[in-house]
């Protein structure tokens, strides 16, 4: 006999059924989109990579390996790597695991992530989680943490033992996006026994910008003692609006205050001045080594 199941039922019944059935379908479908999404941050679309000396922060002069994401939410009035902005400008699409077999091979002991804007990448946690622990593995194999042992490994047969020791990760972001997923990160990697792998230099926009509404405001309470924020100044002015932003939120002495003239725009000795009036000990004029070594080299420097 052929059964209609449907007639078996009662509406009810047929009703609840049916309900798990459509929760079923859509769990699925969410595990599959989730799944999908996962698999596309694993590919990040890059404008650029290349090693340099750090220009700008706390280890401006020391090697670092740059990877340049393509894109950008903002328009700063003053950008110099304007030609990032667009998803145009993607050279290549790479994975995590590409890029971080790329650093290690590049035998450097700084990373910096920038852009465009790095965290509107949503596998840029994953990278820098993967970076940091291959950067720990390094070290734990006995990689180079001194300048004694880079000598001695570099003499010895650079070819074939290319990955330096534990990795600093930079992130170079724009301040517009929130940083709040990256300092949970932060922590568990502290609770792990890896704490200090990565620090944010948080760009605070000021008028002369044009960006400076699009700053997240929750994001300086959550920057420490590995964490810098860069002003750019781009005009006199902007150094008021900087004093007020690093006063506001209790910046000095709690993280980095780095104050980076525009060359050739804004006199650097202006901004001294200024820091030498408002007591600003805390702080650091920065001059970007790379625009002082390459003067208008836009790209690979
Ligand atoms: N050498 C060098 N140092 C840098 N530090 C931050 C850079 C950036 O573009 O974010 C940068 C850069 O583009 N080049
Ligand atoms: S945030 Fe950076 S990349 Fe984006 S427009 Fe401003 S300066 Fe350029
Ligand atoms: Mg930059």
């Known amino acids: 006999m052929t059964r209609d199941k449907g007639n078996d039922l009662p509406d009810w019944l047929e009703n609840v059924v049916a309900k798990e059935e459509k929760a079923r379908r859509q769990a699925v479908q969410a595990a599959e989109r989730r799944a999908a999404a996962e698999n596309r941050a694993?590919?990040?679309?890059?404008?650029?990579?290349?090693?340099?000396?750090?220009?700008?922060?706390?280890?401006?002069?020391?090697?670092?390996?740059?990877?340049?994401?393509?894109?950008?939410?903002?328009?700063?009035?003053?950008?110099?790597?304007?030609?990032?902005?667009?998803?145009?400008?993607?050279?290549?699409?790479?994975?995590?695991?590409?890029?971080?077999?790329?650093?290690?091979?590049?035998?450097?002991?700084?990373?910096?992530?920038?852009?465009?804007?790095?965290?509107?990448?949503?596998?840029?946690?994953?990278?820098?989680?993967?970076?940091?622990?291959?950067?720990?593995?390094?070290?734990?194999?006995?990689?180079?943490?001194?300048?004694?042992?880079?000598?001695?490994?570099?003499?010895?047969?650079?070819?074939?033992?290319?990955?330096?020791?534990?990795?600093?990760?930079?992130?170079?972001?724009?301040?517009s996006q929130p940083i709040r997923p990256l300092v949970a990160l932060r922590d568990r990697l502290a609770e792990e026994g890896l704490p200090g792998r990565f620090g944010f230099t948080l760009d605070c926009k000021l008028p002369a910008s044009g960006e400076a509404r699009a700053m997240n405001e929750d994001n300086y309470a959550l920057l420490g003692a590995d964490d810098v924020v860069k002003f750019v100044i781009a005009e006199e002015d902007d150094l008021d609006a900087m004093l007020?932003?690093?006063?506001?939120?209790?910046?000095?002495?709690?993280c980095g205050v780095y104050l980076s003239p525009i060359m050739g725009v804004v006199d650097p000795a202006v901004v001294v001045d200024f820091m030498r009036e408002h007591a600003m000990a805390y702080a650091t004029l920065q001059l970007q080594l790379h625009k002082i070594i390459w003067p208008g080299v836009e790209r690979g420097v």
């Not at 994401?69 to 790597?81: E, K, S, V, Y």
């Not at 007020?244 to 002495?253: I, S």
Request: glycine share 12%.
């Open 42 to 175: 694993e590919i990040m679309p890059i404008a650029e990579r290349f090693v340099s000396v750090n220009g700008e922060g706390p280890r401006s002069g020391r090697l670092a390996a740059f990877i340049r994401f393509a894109g950008c939410n903002l328009r700063c009035a003053w950008c110099d790597t304007a030609w990032a902005q667009g998803s145009d400008s993607v050279s290549e699409w790479r994975t995590t695991e590409e890029l971080v077999r790329w650093v290690r091979e590049a035998g450097v002991e700084c990373v910096t992530l920038t852009g465009g804007e790095p965290l509107l990448q949503p596998g840029a946690a994953g990278l820098v989680e993967a970076l940091v622990r291959a950067g720990a593995a390094a070290a734990d194999e006995g990689g180079a943490t001194s300048y004694a042992s880079l000598v001695e490994r570099a003499s010895a047969a650079a070819e074939e033992a290319p990955a330096a020791g534990p990795l600093f990760v930079e992130i170079e972001t724009n301040g």
């Open 244 to 254: 007020a932003v690093v006063e506001a939120h209790g910046l000095g002495g709690r």
